[in-house]
């Protein structure tokens, strides 16, 4: 009998465990989640974009990868997929690292459908700041719909969900992985040939002192959820690139997110690992930055300034040090020893499920063992 763990029920640790059961045979499957709940934290706490390459025009592989990725994310989780509205990207006139012609050219090279905007929604916006609009697709999706969905493949995959377990320690014996873990009840330990630690923020804090550096940033952000008046209710629009706004439909509560590259974030830190990303977030005095993304986004999108803001969604976001220059979002999958016991795993975006999948398709686990997988 073969025994994996996975640490973190986000969107990746649930994925992780239902491919490990399923394309790579492994006879007893965990998933440790430290919540009550699976997948309410920056599965949730997020814009629901499903992106297809328009937001990272200087980062072409990120942009690739989304155009790749997003039709199959759409067809495997069709259900939480909500296309209900229109998407639209501005490129301001001033403060932007992207012009029109630049843009048009990008979206040309990974294949993202563009166009002019019809007059009638190039109207909405102040073309004094404003010098181009785009209609583009792209779609968003239901993080509850998305929950209810990984709930049932996990249980149909037969993966054994531990909820309310926070690991203490992960720690390498010479020929298994040892995870040592509590909860209400008390403490205990897991001994697996393989494990996976994908804890997204945590992800150095659930490691330890012992394991080196993974290089990341994290940042306290700041997602607001607002009310649109009602010629903005079917509309997604994006501003960029530079320091401007994002608003997109929010399925999950009926409402749109805002987020503004200036006040979404409050603050930032690189990893040390000697302090626990939550406990900052726990007691970081968290005020709203709510009328002044209003403000400042209504001063492009006049129609902004009628939206009411209904309640505001903090939580650490966190990205690799190295892509802090060109915005992009690769994927981290981390192998901590020679044999592939023990693995950190982080994405930036929902779609990169899939390119965390093809590269574990490549690696070789201790469970493999007198077994063949497919994928």
Request: aromatic residues 10%; glycine residues 6%.
């Amino acid at each position: 009998m073969t025994t994996a763990v996975v640490i973190g029920g986000g969107f990746y640790g649930a994925n992780v465990a239902v491919y490990l059961k399923r394309q790579r045979g492994v006879t007893r499957t965990i998933l440790l989640e430290r919540d009550r709940r699976l997948l309410t934290r920056s599965s949730f706490v997020n814009q629901a974009r499903v992106h297809r390459g328009y937001h990272y025009p200087r980062s072409f592989t990120t942009a690739y990868r989304s155009v790749v990725n997003a039709p199959r994310f759409e067809q495997d989780f069709g259900s939480a997929v909500f296309s209900e509205f229109t998407k639209l990207y501005a490129l301001a006139r001033r403060n932007s690292k992207v012009t029109p012609r630049q843009m048009e050219r990008f979206c040309a090279e990974i294949g993202a459908p563009i166009s002019p905007a019809p007059a009638h929604l190039k109207a909405l916006f102040n073309t004094t700041l404003i010098e181009q609009v785009y209609l583009t697709i792209e779609h968003a999706f239901d993080a509850d719909v998305l929950r209810q969905v990984m709930l049932e493949r996990l249980q149909a995959a037969g993966v054994e969900v531990l909820t309310e377990h926070e690991v203490d320690a992960v720690d390498l014996t010479e020929d298994k992985v040892r995870i040592r873990y509590h909860h209400a009840a008390g403490a205990g330990e897991i001994e697996a040939e393989v494990a996976f630690n994908c804890t997204y923020s945590r992800l150095q804090t659930v490691l330890g002192a012992g394991y080196p550096p993974l290089g990341l940033k994290h940042e306290i952000s700041e997602m607001v959820l607002i009310e649109t008046p009602p010629e903005l209710s079917s509309l997604g629009v994006t501003v960029m690139d530079g320091p401007f706004f994002s608003t997109m439909p929010f399925p999950a509560r009926g409402l749109h997110t805002l987020s503004h590259v200036r006040y979404t974030p409050h603050a930032y830190w690189r990893e040390e690992g000697t302090v626990d990303p939550y406990d900052r977030l726990a007691g970081y005095h968290l005020e709203s930055r709510a009328d002044r993304m209003i403000r400042d986004s209504a001063r492009y999108l006049p129609s902004l300034a009628k939206s009411r803001a209904h309640t505001s969604l903090f939580e650490v976001k966190t990205v690799l040090t190295r892509n802090e220059g060109d915005d992009g979002r690769p994927i981290l999958l981390q192998r901590h020893d020679a044999q592939g016991r023990l693995f950190s795993i982080l994405g930036g975006k929902i779609d990169n499920i899939y390119d965390i999948l093809e590269r574990l398709d490549t690696e070789p686990l201790p469970t493999d063992r007198n077994q063949t997988w497919t994928h």
